[in-house]
C-alpha cells in the first residue's frame, strides 16, 4: 500500500479514512492488514492505529484473530438483508405516512424536489461506475423523503451500521453497473407518488432496496473470498 502524500494526522483522521477506504471496497473484504502496515501509511505510531483497528472491529469493519492477524471483514450478506429489512420497512412507513399525512401542496413540493433531483441523475443515465456525485444524489433522494415527514430520528438509529448497507451498495452497484437501473427505480417512486398510487410507490421502494436475492449467488460465485 503507497504513502499518503497528505497523511491523515489524528486518530479520527486515520479512523475515517479507513472507513471510507472499506466501504469502497479499495480495502477488500478479507484483506489482511497490519499494525505495523498501518502505522507506515499513514505515518502514526502503532498506538493511534490500536486506537483505530478497535474502533472498526467494534464497529465489525475489521475482525481481529488471535495468532492469525486481523483481516478487513468479509461481507455478511445475511446481516445485509436483515438491515435491508429495517431500511425499507422505515422508508415504507415514510412513503405512507407521505400519503396519509401531508395535503396536496405539501405533496407537491415534494415530487417538486424529487424531479428536480432526478433530473440531475439522468446526466449519469450511461455511467459504468458509481460516481460521487451520484451517490450523493442517490443518498439525497432518499432524504428528501424521509424529511418531508421529520423522520430524522428512524434513521439515526440505524447509522451506526449504514456503512455495511454503503459497502454492499458499493460492490452491488459496480457489479452489475446498476446506476441505469437505481436512476429507473427512483423515477418509479417518483410517478406512483405524483399518481397518487401509494400501493405501487411502497412496490417499487420494496424493489428498489431489495438487492441481494437477483445476484446472491453470481456474486458468491465471482467473488467467494469476499462473502461470510
Known amino acids: 500500500m503507497?504513502?499518503?502524500?497528505?497523511?491523515?494526522?489524528?486518530?479520527?483522521?486515520?479512523?475515517?479514512?479507513?472507513?471510507?477506504?472499506?466501504?469502497?471496497?479499495?480495502?477488500?473484504?478479507?484483506?489482511?492488514?497490519?499494525?505495523?502496515?498501518?502505522?507506515e501509511v499513514y505515518g502514526v505510531s502503532r498506538s493511534v492505529i490500536r486506537t483505530v483497528f478497535t474502533r472498526l472491529n467494534q464497529?465489525?469493519?475489521?475482525?481481529?484473530?488471535p495468532q492469525?492477524?486481523?483481516y478487513v471483514s468479509k461481507i455478511d450478506l445475511d446481516f445485509i438483508s436483515d438491515l435491508l429489512l429495517l431500511r425499507t420497512a422505515i422508508e415504507k412507513e415514510v412513503l405512507y405516512e407521505i400519503f396519509t399525512m401531508k395535503d396536496k401542496r405539501q405533496r407537491e413540493e415534494v415530487e417538486r424536489k424529487l424531479e428536480q433531483n432526478l433530473e440531475k441523475q439522468r446526466a449519469y443515465g450511461r455511467s459504468d461506475g458509481y460516481d460521487a456525485e451520484f451517490k450523493?444524489?442517490?443518498?439525497?433522494?432518499?432524504?428528501?423523503?424521509?424529511?418531508?415527514?421529520?423522520?430524522?430520528?428512524?434513521?439515526?438509529?440505524?447509522?451506526?451500521?449504514?456503512?455495511?448497507?454503503?459497502?454492499?451498495?458499493?460492490?452491488?452497484?459496480?457489479?452489475?453497473?446498476?446506476?441505469?437501473?437505481?436512476?429507473?427505480?427512483?423515477?418509479?417512486?417518483?410517478?406512483?407518488?405524483?399518481?397518487?398510487?401509494?400501493?405501487?410507490?411502497?412496490?417499487?421502494?420494496?424493489?428498489?432496496?431489495?438487492?441481494i436475492s437477483n445476484m446472491y449467488d453470481r456474486a458468491i460465485a465471482r467473488y467467494p473470498e469476499y462473502f461470510v
Open 68 to 70: 492469525r492477524g486481523t
Open 2 to 39: 503507497p504513502m499518503y502524500k497528505n497523511q491523515p494526522a489524528t486518530a479520527e483522521e486515520v479512523y475515517q479514512d479507513m472507513c471510507d477506504r472499506i466501504t469502497s471496497l479499495e480495502l477488500e473484504p478479507g484483506l489482511k492488514i497490519s499494525e505495523n502496515q498501518m502505522s
Open 59 to 65: 464497529r465489525r469493519l475489521i475482525e481481529v484473530y
Open 136 to 211: 450523493v444524489l442517490d443518498s439525497e433522494f432518499h432524504k428528501i423523503l424521509v424529511d418531508s415527514v421529520q423522520r430524522h430520528n428512524l434513521m439515526e438509529l440505524m447509522k451506526e451500521h449504514m456503512i455495511h448497507i454503503a459497502r454492499w451498495r458499493n460492490f452491488n452497484v459496480l457489479f452489475d453497473k446498476r446506476v441505469p437501473e437505481i436512476i429507473e427505480q427512483h423515477a418509479k417512486i417518483y410517478q406512483a407518488i405524483h399518481d397518487n398510487d401509494l400501493t405501487g410507490a411502497l412496490r417499487a421502494m420494496s424493489e428498489h432496496l431489495e438487492t
